[in-house]
């Protein structure tokens, strides 16, 4: 199955936040928002609830958030087809337990730093599984291809896991990440960052059809 590529916001103010709304908004049926607590990670961001009203695309949440059951309501408001939340946070297990009742996809984020083994307890009540290729909290950093083998480590102890990458994907990158065929691939400041980001689209789909 050829990868979903999936635009990504991370803002740290609504003004930043509607400006990179705009820069993305009619690339994808499926957008990204990055949700920072100050917390979790050291970086802030608008709130769930300040997500554009005017989208007409479905969200894939990133909850970068020590509790990310305060935060899955607001998200359920809104057009949402999956709810990520880190497995490092001290909340992840309660968030889990509710959304595998909710209408959405579960999906649960690795840090470069955390080991497929520490992920296995998790199998059972997800969906899906975003493996970071940065060290998550700002858009720009280096990428990381060393954390690509976990989707392979991962698909041996759950077949039909659904995996996406987040992280330092552009075109310069994006290749490696093909490799592995992740079910979705997760752009950020390639995008958002870019000259021309319709035409960068372009050329990451381009790459995408070609793998």
Not at 164 to 174: L, Q
Request: proline share 9%.
């Amino acid at each position: 199955m050829t990868p979903t590529l999936v635009p990504a916001i991370l803002a740290k103010t609504s003004a930043e936040l509607a400006l990179q709304f705009d820069q993305v908004r009619n690339l994808s049926s499926l957008l990204s928002y990055d949700v920072a607590d100050g917390q979790f990670v050291p970086s802030l961001t608008p709130s769930p609830r300040d997500f554009p009203q005017t989208s007409k695309a479905e969200i894939f949440w990133h909850l970068m958030v020590e509790k990310p059951l305060e935060f899955i309501d607001e998200c359920l408001a809104l057009p949402t087809k999956i709810i990520a939340v880190q497995a490092e946070a001290g909340g992840a297990p309660a968030a889990i337990e509710k959304l595998a009742s909710s209408p959405v996809l579960t999906g649960l984020v690795v840090n470069p730093s955390t080991p497929v083994r520490a992920l296995e307890q998790f199998l059972p009540q997800v969906d899906l599984i975003q493996i970071m290729t940065v060290i998550p909290g700002a858009q720009g950093q280096h990428f990381l291809p060393a954390m690509l083998p976990k989707l392979s480590q991962l698909r041996c102890l759950k077949s039909d896991l659904m995996l996406a990458v987040d992280g330092g994907v552009s075109s310069a990158t994006i290749e490696s990440v093909l490799r592995y065929r992740p079910d979705y691939i997760v752009v950020g400041s390639a995008l958002t960052r870019a000259r021309d980001p319709a035409e960068e689209w372009r050329v990451l789909s381009r790459l995408v059809a070609a793998s």
